[in-house]
């Protein structure tokens, strides 16, 4: 390993952006624990950064600084957000039509709303490939659910990642042991979830529309 200071740059890829988004929340842990192991950082929104011209150029720029790319996103019908897409599509065709040598490393960091962090699996399969075409070395990708505040677990998990990623050894199975497992029970998530539907049909003054088909065909 190097005793040159090393960089790593914090895509983000939610439409919340890098303050209020869940996805910069969970990557910033890892970023702050290697800032205090020396490293240096920035931070992009993807969003922000595709729009224009400048933006891409600084997106690039970026990539090209990183020994350790670190990408956070939402899952979106296990896909990521089209500007997300957009910014990895950029970076991919650069790094093959540039013929660059220099193999960053690369982690994703997937959340999705549901309980099953399985969910993001595809997605992850999905980024993986990119890595691979953009000529990066896949790493790791830690994949959550179940949406809102992150678990003790969680954090515990970033914390092992960071190391292993600071060390550059092999990131340990713990980490995928604390964060694969379901936040809640299903019975669980499917109460708060009867429970925040019918909040919002209150709000709303829906509560007697809650079992509507509207799409319905009459003949169904």
Known sequence: ???????????????KGLEKSRSSRLARP???????????????HLHAEVAT??????LLGAVDRADL???????????LPAPAIRGLELIAARQRTDGVERAPR???????????????????????????????EWVTGVSLGGGGPISKRARSALGILTEALDL???VPDEVDRLTRKPAMPRWLYIIGGNVMWRRWAKEYDARD????????????
């Open 168 to 170: 550059e050894i092999l």
């Open 30 to 44: 890892v970023v702050d624990g290697l800032e205090r192991r020396g490293w240096t950082s920035e931070s992009l």
């Open 53 to 58: 011209e400048e933006g891409r150029e600084r």
């Open 1 to 15: 390993m190097s005793d040159a200071t090393k960089h790593v740059v914090l895509l983000v890829g939610s439409p």
């Open 106 to 136: 690369f982690v994703s960091i997937l959340c999705c709303g549901f309980v099953e962090p399985s969910q993001n699996d595809t997605c992850q399969r999905i980024l993986q490939r990119f890595a691979d075409q953009a000529g990066f």
């Open 69 to 79: 790319i670190l990408f956070a996103a939402p899952l979106y019908v296990d896909s």
């Open 209 to 220: 529309r809650l079992r509507d088909r509207p799409y319905r065909r009459p003949d169904s």
